[in-house]
């Protein structure tokens, strides 16, 4: 018997041809997987007896039982693997052989109380449960000695970012250890998502990460589209595209302008905040929202470009590209930017590896991960888009990243404009007039899409019902995998360098926290 079912970005597959495997096999087989190439997307779990009778064990083995599916992604051969197994209240912590599964195992058992035994740190991810402990009310790591003090920073912050708390174990201005507790930001997202589609499926996809509407509605369209099999409009497929271009050209030219306010160097700071507006108000031009809200939906685009916009934007992004580079130019040529940011906050390559990271932060340690490239959607491919990494894993090489996206992005975009194809913006059984969640979708179906957001990538996966209604859906931010990364990057660094390094992740609260 075949231990997965293979899939491409961006399809369906029956439920019932996802194996199921004996719990020991099935462990077996995701860590042989890994250890052959693969990385795992998402790992995620239903009450057996939650599933449709179709899928489910028989009543007598499936009470007390969670059924466990693995999502793991083969980069070199642009595919996806899907395999399952049961487990009911124990099994021996996978974490120890496959750290990137850290979190995850940590997630199943805030959830439905399994488990991992022998996990190196069991404690709650997002504090999901009224009548659970509170966020941030979790034990935290300890180191003793003398000399030893902690630091405790959050979860309220100066300003206006979300809210995290963040334990320093120092040993005087060094940092030993640094654990980061999330969770105060959880909404509920995956368990309102149920019973969908509805009307409110899209707008809840459109606030998963508010400064990734675009990236995460793109991805929820990707399993929509799978599950209903439907084609997607050339023209809508572009200006989706567009508009993810534009996503990332306004948060990475924030970002840069923020590495460069944290290092003092007020020019660029002060060049990227007002071109960052520009990138924004670009994406507004498409769709009448700066963050691209209303504009990505299934079948393509609901919005047009007529030619005289197409034009406009054009020649927008160029120039908006040529004032990036010269901001980024001040900032990377000067000495005093370069030494603070070279050999601060490194995260190495086999470490970047170990722990799943994706997007800005692996490829900054070298981990050539795009899903744009490495899994592009369907009517995406065979767009001449380059990859960009850097060696040095450090807050240097994550600023370099983003520069060299930046360029890659304008380039992309404003190629992408020029070569529009013509015809209509959605294609049947969707249109701009028709809601989108009375669309029937498959029934007994597991649909995938990933989407490679400004942070990285992003990963959807969603089960349907008999009556083709989602009974479970399942989100996996970048930041998931990437919180771990900053925790690891502040290692043996100065505490003052904290700042830097958060801000050269830049990762989201609300999308880890759901």
Request: glycine residues 10%; charged residues 20%.
């Amino acid at each position: 018997m075949t231990k997965h079912c293979t899939i491409q970005n961006g399809q369906a597959v029956p439920l019932q041809a996802i194996p199921y495997l004996g719990w020991q096999e099935f462990c077996d087989w995701i860590l042989a997987e890994c250890a052959s190439g693969a990385r795992v997307c998402a790992f995620f779990g239903v009450p057996e007896t939650g599933l449709p009778a179709p899928v489910r064990l028989p009543e007598a083995e499936a009470k007390g039982r969670t059924r466990i599916v693995a999502i793991l992604a083969r980069d070199s051969e642009s595919t996806l693997s899907i395999s399952s197994g049961a487990v009911a209240h124990a099994y021996p912590s996978l974490t120890p052989l496959l750290p990137a599964l850290h979190l995850f195992e940590r997630e199943l058992h805030e959830k439905y109380g399994i488990v991992p035994q022998g996990h190196p740190w069991l404690k709650p991810v997002r504090f999901p449960h009224a009548e659970g402990p509170r966020a941030g009310d979790a034990p935290f790591f300890t180191v003793s000695g003398e000399e030893v003090h902690e630091v405790a920073v959050g979860p309220i912050h100066a300003g206006i970012i979300e809210c995290g708390h963040f334990r320093f174990q120092c040993y005087g201005e060094v940092v030993m250890h640094l654990e980061i507790s999330l969770g105060y930001h959880h909404r509920g997202i995956e368990k309102a998502l149920v019973n969908g589609l509805t009307k409110n499926t899209l707008p809840l996809m459109e606030v998963i990460a508010g400064d990734t509407s675009i990236g995460h509605t793109w991805a929820a369209c990707g399993v929509i589209e799978a599950l209903a099999d439907c084609a997607v409009a050339p023209r809508g497929q572009m200006l989706r595209a567009i508009a993810l271009e534009l996503e990332r050209l306004a948060n990475h030219t924030g970002d840069l302008g923020a590495l460069a306010g944290d290092v003092g160097f007020l020019p660029t700071a002060s060049y990227c905040g007002r071109i960052r507006g520009d990138f924004l108000n670009m994406t507004a031009t498409l769709c009448g929202n700066r963050f691209g809200r209303g504009l990505v939906r299934p079948g393509g685009s609901a919005f047009n470009a007529e030619p005289a916009i197409v034009e406009d934007l054009v020649k927008r992004i160029r120039a908006a590209y040529r004032d990036v580079k010269g901001a980024a130019d001040l900032m990377f040529n000067a000495t005093s930017v370069t030494a603070r940011m070279m050999g601060t906050g490194t995260v190495p390559e086999k470490t970047a590896a170990a722990m799943g990271m994706v997007g800005v932060a692996a490829r900054a340690s070298n981990i050539r991960l795009d899903a744009r490239v490495t899994h592009p959607l369907p009517h995406m491919r065979g767009h001449d888009l380059r990859l960009c990494a850097e060696e040095s894993g450090d807050v240097q090489a994550r600023a370099l990243v983003r520069m060299r996206e930046v360029t890659e992005s304008a380039a992309f975009a404003a190629r992408l404009l020029e070569h529009l194809p013509s015809g209509e913006t959605m294609a049947a059984p969707f249109s701009p007039t028709e809601p989108a969640h009375e669309t029937m979708l498959a029934p007994l179906s597991c649909g995938v899409a990933l989407v490679e957001g400004w942070r990285g990538e992003i990963c959807h996966a969603a089960l349907t019902d008999e009556d083709g209604r989602f009974f479970h859906y399942n989100v996996v931010d970048p930041s998931f995998h990437n919180w771990i990364g900053l925790a690891l990057a502040l290692r043996d660094q100065q505490i003052s360098d904290f700042p830097l390094c958060n801000k050269s992740f830049n990762l989201s609260y609300c999308g880890h926290d759901l």
